[in-house]
C-alpha cells in the first residue's frame, strides 16, 4: 500500500503534517538514502527506508494495548484538569491511539487501548453482547435475591430494563464484595444497577472485557501490549455473530 510521505511522518510522531512538511522541506528527511523534497510523495511504508533527522522512522499501522486504568484517570485522549490514558502511554508509536469505551474517573481496570477504529466499533456494539466483569464493593448487605434481580434485569431508567447481568457474591456485610459480569455499556450502569436495589457502589474494577483480563502482572497506571493469541481472539469476536 501506499501512504503520502508527510502522513507516514506525522502518524509515526515526527510531529503535526504542517510541521512534517516544514522539515520535509529542510532536507531532514531521506527516503531510500535520498533526501526528500515533496511531502505529497507516495511511499511503500513497509518498503520504502524512512529517515528522519538520520534515523530510520518504521511503519506500525496499528497498536493494542491493555491498560491497567488508575483511579484519579479519564477514559479520554485530552482533559485539562485531570491525567488522561494518553499520560500513562508513553512508549507508544501511534499519536492517535483511544480507549475502547469508558470508565468513570474514581473506576480502576481494564481499558483496552488501539486506534482500530473497525475493531473498537465491533467490541462496543450492543448486537455483539461483550461481557464486561467487574469487582465492586458495595455498601450495604448484596443478597440472593439481587442476585435473581439482576439476571432478570433492573430499571435504572432508561426505556427498557438491563439485560440479563450475572452477579456473584463474594462476601456479604455490611460492606459486601460481588462480581458483576454485564454485556451492555451504559453510562455508570454497574453503579446505577445497584442504586436500583438500594444500595450504592463504593469501589469499582474492571477485572475483564471479552477475552481480555486484567493481568496479573500489571499495576495500577501500567500498561503493555496485547499478545498475539489476544488480538486473534478479539477479532474472532469481530467476525462472529
Ligand atoms: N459502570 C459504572 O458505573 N462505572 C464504570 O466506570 C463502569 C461501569
Avoid: W
Avoid at 124 to 147: F, I, N, Q
Avoid at 148 to 171: C, M, R, W, Y
Avoid at 181 to 189: A, D, L, N, R, V
Wanted: overall charge neutral.
Amino acid at each position: 500500500m501506499a501512504i503520502r510521505l508527510d502522513k507516514f511522518l506525522s502518524e509515526m510522531g515526527a510531529g503535526t503534517r504542517s510541521e512534517v512538511k516544514k522539515y520535509i522541506r529542510a532536507g531532514l528527511v531521506t527516503v531510500d538514502g535520498i533526501p526528500a523534497k515533496k511531502p505529497e510523495l507516495k511511499i511503500d511504508e513497509q518498503q520504502t527506508k524512512v529517515c528522519f533527522r538520520g534515523k530510520e522512522l518504521s511503519y506500525v499501522a496499528y497498536e493494542y494495548y491493555l491498560f491497567y486504568k488508575p483511579a484519579g484517570c479519564v477514559s479520554a485522549t485530552e482533559d485539562n484538569l485531570h491525567k488522561t490514558v494518553m499520560d500513562y502511554l508513553t512508549d507508544v508509536r501511534r499519536k492517535d491511539l483511544f480507549p475502547v469505551g469508558r470508565l468513570d474517573i474514581d473506576t480502576e481496570g481494564l481499558l483496552f487501548i488501539t486506534n482500530d477504529g473497525a475493531l473498537a466499533h465491533e467490541l462496543l456494539s450492543p448486537a455483539k453482547h461483550v461481557e464486561k466483569t467487574y469487582y465492586a464493593k458495595v455498601e450495604g448487605h448484596v443478597t440472593e435475591d439481587d442476585v435473581n434481580l439482576f439476571k432478570k434485569g433492573v430499571d435504572i431508567g432508561e426505556d427498557v430494563p438491563t439485560k440479563p447481568a450475572k452477579l456473584v457474591v463474594l462476601s456479604e456485610g455490611d460492606i459486601s464484595e460481588v462480581e458483576l459480569t454485564i454485556t451492555e455499556g451504559k453510562f455508570h450502569q454497574v453503579k446505577r444497577m445497584f442504586e436500583a436495589v438500594g444500595k450504592k457502589v463504593i469501589y469499582l474494577k474492571r477485572l475483564s472485557m471479552g477475552n481480555l483480563t486484567l493481568p496479573k502482572d500489571l499495576a495500577p497506571g501500567e500498561y503493555r501490549p496485547l499478545t498475539k493469541q489476544e488480538l486473534e481472539h478479539l477479532r474472532n469476536i469481530q467476525h462472529t455473530k
